[in-house]
């Protein structure tokens, strides 16, 4: 290890103990998870059936048109959004953040699509990084003329990286953004009982099943009937499996990334109609 790296390291553990506990608890709990995976004696692609042409799945789950002209129009969002960060002199994609990805393509389409059809008034996500996800986000609520996000995210341990986050989003954008400097454990209780309604959730923190579980836990009681939530890294543990299994929600999508092997999942929360429940994903 660098020995810049490792007293940069040191200073932030001492100075915030409580984050440091925390990510001593990710890497016990991410160690748990791969026994776990391994005692399951499976691919998770299989257990959780990702499909491979999630668009109209998920479009027929929130109850909107298909082909979608909102679906067309998110390339121009990202690819302005990918050259735009090149220029500036960062790396996007796979590991480009200390060894974390960069928000999916296909992820980033499905949830510019929920903005687009949705029209949420708050969007919470935990995890910023480069802050590519926060601009399809942002850009989304700008065009509806409403809506704010708010982004709950612990930086990396490495302070030489802050300078980092969020630089995909622009100036214009920044007054409907809200950004939550901490873990998701620290912050989202208090920013959910704050906003008391979230429309739209994006879960890209720490993926261990413990971290999502809880944060999945934490802000669905404040979902409407019909709200989504968007999850990524389903791959890395059981989490996504069992919070459908408990909340019985009324659809639920998962799907490949574009690059890389990771899956992700989107939840909708059950309307009060009765028969409404539907499993809608099927193998690939």
């Known amino acids: ?16 103990p409580r984050e440091a506990i925390e990510r001593v608890h990710g890497r016990i709990d991410t160690r748990r998870d791969r026994r776990e995976l391994m005692a399951l004696g499976r691919p998770l692609s299989e257990h959780y059936a990702a499909v491979s042409d999630w668009a109209p799945v998920l479009h027929k789950a929130i109850g909107a048109p298909w082909p979608c002209q909102e679906s067309e129009q998110f390339g121009e969002v990202w690819d302005a959004t990918v050259s735009g960060q090149l220029a500036a002199g960062v790396r996007v994609g796979l590991a480009s953040y200390r060894g974390w990805n960069d928000g999916d ?31 399809v986000i942002l850009e989304g609520l700008q065009r509806n003329g409403n809506g704010h996000l708010w982004s709950v995210d612990l930086p990396a ?19 409907r953004w809200t950004y939550v400097e ?33 944060e999945l836990g934490t802000v669905w ?10 999850v990524d890294d389903i791959n890395r543990n059981l989490a996504f ?44």
């Open 1 to 16: 290890m660098h020995l810049g790296y490792a007293a940069r390291v040191s200073s932030v553990m001492m100075r915030h």
């Open 105 to 135: 393509r296909a992820q980033a389409e499905a949830i510019w699509c929920l903005v687009a059809h949705q029209c949420p008034a708050t969007v919470v996500e935990t995890g910023v990084a480069h802050g590519l996800t926060s601009r």
């Open 221 to 230: 009681p404040a979902l409407p009937p019909g709200g989504a939530a968007a």
């Open 241 to 284: 499996s069992r919070f459908v299994e408990r909340a019985a929600p009324e659809a639920w999508v998962t799907a490949r990334h574009v690059t890389g092997d990771g899956l992700w999942g989107t939840v909708i929360k059950a309307r009060p109609e009765p028969g409404s429940r539907s499993a809608v994903h099927a193998g690939t």
């Open 157 to 175: 341990i490495d302070p030489a990286l802050h300078h980092e986050i969020g630089t995909a989003v622009p100036a214009d954008l920044r007054s």
């Open 182 to 214: 901490g873990t998701s454990r620290q912050r989202l209780p208090a920013l959910v009982r704050k906003l008391q309604r979230v429309d739209l959730f994006i879960h890209d923190s720490l993926h261990t099943a413990r971290n999502t579980y809880f």
